[in-house]
């Protein structure tokens, strides 16, 4: 694994490990305590994506879009934003991506290692919504389950890379502003 991998390999167990040790003091109804081991209820609901299927690109929507999204606007001025107004915050290969129109960005390898360590996110079947409903038969719903990732949400998949790309352009410091503290724990 890279230096990056490694790093992001011994902060996903350190939380995982401490997610196991909560989950074993905790009254859980996906979680069963037998002696020091802490075993995960399989739930037929689930379905999981083999971790090849992480994906080597980015599908990027404004290869597909009729009309090109307009730009944000700079808060001061409220003219359209160029590439150098986000210099002073995000690294060029984040703002390349940012203003591409490529169909396809490829990932880095070491940040799919890195997503590899949770990713795929399994798809559940949301079967009391759809009785909640009252769905045909034939009709499903299914949720992709983020819960497994080292923050327990969807923001670690985009922190990952922004931290990679931080580091290969040589930031040493990265600070962010949270509300819940998951954006925060994802970085």
Request: charged content about 15%.
């Given at each position: 694994l890279s230096k990056f991998a490694r790093s992001a390999t011994a902060a996903a167990t350190t939380s995982r490990r401490a997610l196991a040790a909560i989950a074993t003091?905790?009254?859980?109804?996906?979680?069963?305590?037998?002696?020091?081991?802490?075993?995960?209820r399989s739930f037929s609901s689930g379905i999981a994506a083999d971790p090849v299927d992480v994906p080597s690109?980015?599908?990027?929507?404004?290869?597909?879009?009729?009309?090109?999204?307009?730009?944000?606007?700079?808060?001061?001025?409220?003219?359209?934003c160029g590439p150098?107004?986000?210099?002073?915050?995000?690294?060029?290969?984040?703002?390349?991506?940012?203003?591409?129109?490529?169909r396809y960005i490829e990932i880095p390898e070491a940040v799919r290692e890195v997503l590899a360590l949770w990713r795929p996110s399994p798809l559940k079947r949301a079967s009391r919504w759809e009785k909640v409903l009252g769905l045909p038969d034939g009709i499903k719903i299914f949720y992709k389950y983020e819960g497994g990732?080292?923050?327990?949400?969807?923001?670690?998949n985009t922190a990952v890379p922004q931290i990679y790309y931080n580091a290969e352009?040589?930031?040493?410091?990265?600070?962010?502003?949270?509300?819940?503290?998951?954006?925060g724990s994802a970085l």
């Open positions: 003091t905790t009254t859980s109804a996906t979680t069963t305590t037998t002696s020091s081991t802490t075993k995960s690109s980015w599908y990027n929507i404004q290869a597909d879009l009729p009309v090109p999204l307009p730009p944000p606007l700079h808060p001061g001025e409220l003219r359209p150098e107004d986000f210099a002073p915050l995000f690294p060029m290969s984040l703002i390349a991506q940012e203003v591409s129109t490529e990732s080292p923050s327990g949400s969807h923001k670690t352009a040589g930031t040493e410091l990265v600070t962010t502003e949270t509300g819940a503290g998951q954006w």
